[in-house]
């Protein structure tokens, strides 16, 4: 999507075909099984389903002509000599002008291939870019955890602790202090679900700068030095690079 753009449900005309609007978005959500990198720009034109405008047309048509320009692309699932757990979380902050809900995304990998990817609209608002952040570290850890449950199951060993790496020293923090603030107390599930599997050793939270903070591109529309970068982190590649990477 366009960096530049703000996208609302009552600015330009109305789209004079909404089924055709609804039918191929329905698509596109299906695509996004395989191109993890558009999961942002769909989830946030299917906000406007009920009543699309002109403009959320234009965005459609955008994502189209990526995937044309891009048609030969796809996840690329390498072998792996050792397998370990890693998540990357993040969020922005009230951005949506219209009910200022925050975009939760996060992506789970298995060593180097990821295996769920979300981007979504958190159910509440969050009245601090700590609490977004802190949302989204959860529900990425909720996941992490499945996924250990899921290989435990399956007799896969792993021995490494998963870890999920969040840009926001504030969410990681409260993540390990055992003090409860008033003003994160609307908060006390995710923050007791999350500590409990730190303290217990299931789970480790970590650092990283948000320029390498792959979920990023879950969370909002980026130029392109940035977009690229994160898409190949996502194992997206074309056939001619996958042939490649597969051979070295």
């Not at 996004?32 to 959320?56: G, M, W």
Request: hydrophobic share 40%; charged share 20%.
């Amino acid at each position: 999507m366009a960096t530049n753009i703000q996208l609302a449900s009552t600015e330009g005309q109305y789209f004079y075909d909404p089924k055709l609007y609804r039918s191929v978005l329905g698509k596109l959500q299906y695509l996004c099984y395989t191109r993890p990198e558009i999961s942002f720009a769909v989830n946030k034109l299917c906000r406007f389903l009920q009543n699309p405008r002109d403009p959320h047309w234009v965005g459609v048509k955008r994502i189209l002509r990526y995937l044309a320009g891009t048609i030969n692309y796809g996840l690329l699932i390498r072998p792996l000599p050792r397998l370990h757990v890693q998540a990357f979380a993040d969020s922005d902050w009230a951005t949506n002008k219209e009910d200022r809900r925050s975009i939760s995304g996060y992506c789970t990998f298995l060593g180097t291939n990821p295996v769920i990817w979300v981007s979504k609209c958190q159910s509440v608002v969050s009245r601090s870019a700590i609490e977004a952040e802190y949302r989204s570290l959860a529900d990425a850890s909720s996941d992490v955890v499945w996924v250990m449950k899921l290989l435990q199951e399956m007799h896969v060993p792993i021995t490494e602790t998963p870890i999920v790496w969040c840009d926001n020293s504030g969410a990681i923090a409260l993540a390990s202090n055992p003090v409860l603030h008033s003003k994160t107390k609307h908060v006390e599930i995710d923050i007791h679900f999350l500590r409990e599997k730190v303290a217990t050793g299931h789970l480790q939270i970590g650092y990283v700068p948000s320029s390498e903070q792959v979920a990023d591109v879950l969370t909002k529309p980026l130029g392109k030095s940035m977009f690229l970068p994160f898409r190949d982190r996502l194992n997206v590649f074309s056939h001619q690079q996958s042939s490649q990477k597969q051979i070295t």
